[in-house]
């Protein structure tokens, strides 16, 4: 008797190792999409950093004290640092990557949505670095890229979470993903990682490991994606077919 319930013990000890969820959505801003091509710095500041510091000091979306943290900011930020004609021809958020919006982030940092709520003002974003205090992330760093083993890149991104720090990746958005409207992203049957570069960027803000073998929770940049104000599964394979570079940092 006492052998079977050391091997039930055991195996329930066993199980619930494995089932492993974790998901940063209470903390995630949902109801803004990214404005035109500026996912570059809508996915590191909007959806992770104010995650990030809502996780770190538990605040959900119902407190008073809910951050959100201007994407506007860092992209009118990144436009400002332009040859001159560039910034005359080029909208905010072109010819810009997720790592350039993470550097502004360390170096300048941003200041609140409520702060800054313009999508892109080279002037204004002057005007209120010198007048609003800065939020400045402690550092950042890439974690995984297309040729991160599978299973260590997978791993990676699950500690990320774990420590309740998204995961920032830089993507290359395919048709069917950006038409997605599902609960769980459909990839077509014998996709392979595609000899192309990131398009888009995006964030992992959850996983769960008890669901079709094993899934990420994405935050795309659209409200209209997935079925749930811009969220949806993707399994871990998959995700890792359009990831290229992958980031996180720290508060």
Request: charged share 20%; aromatic share 12%; hydrophobic share 40%.
């Amino acid at each position: 008797m006492k052998f079977a319930v050391l091997i039930t013990s055991f195996l329930a000890v066993n199980i619930a190792t494995q089932a492993q969820t974790v998901t940063l959505r209470p903390y995630c801003p949902d109801k803004e999409g990214q404005w035109k091509a500026t996912c570059a710095s809508y996915a590191p500041v909007y959806t992770a950093l104010s995650t990030q510091y809502n996780a770190a000091k538990g605040y959900q979306q119902a407190d008073p004290d809910f951050r959100i943290f201007s994407y506007g900011f860092v992209a009118s930020k990144m436009k400002a640092g332009k040859p001159f004609f560039q910034r005359l021809f080029n909208r905010c958020g072109k010819h810009v990557t997720a790592d350039m919006a993470l550097q502004v982030l360390q170096k300048t940092g941003t200041v609140t949505q409520e702060q800054f709520p313009h999508n892109c003002s080279c002037t204004k974003q002057k005007k209120a670095q010198h007048t609003q205090p800065l939020f400045r992330i402690a550092s950042f760093k890439e974690i995984g890229d297309k040729n991160t083993p599978s299973a260590t890149h997978i791993n990676t991104i699950k500690s990320s979470l774990d420590q309740k720090a998204p995961v920032i990746t830089a993507i290359l958005q395919t048709g069917f993903f950006i038409s997605n409207r599902e609960k769980l992203v459909q990839f077509p049957e014998g996709y392979t990682m595609e000899d192309a570069s990131a398009n888009h960027v995006v964030c992992i803000v959850g996983y769960n490991d008890l669901l079709e073998g094993g899934v990420f929770l994405v935050k795309n940049n659209y409200t209209n994606w997935g079925n749930d104000q811009g969220f949806a599964w993707v399994k871990y394979a998959d995700m890792l077919k359009l990831i290229r570079h992958s980031f996180n940092m720290t508060l």
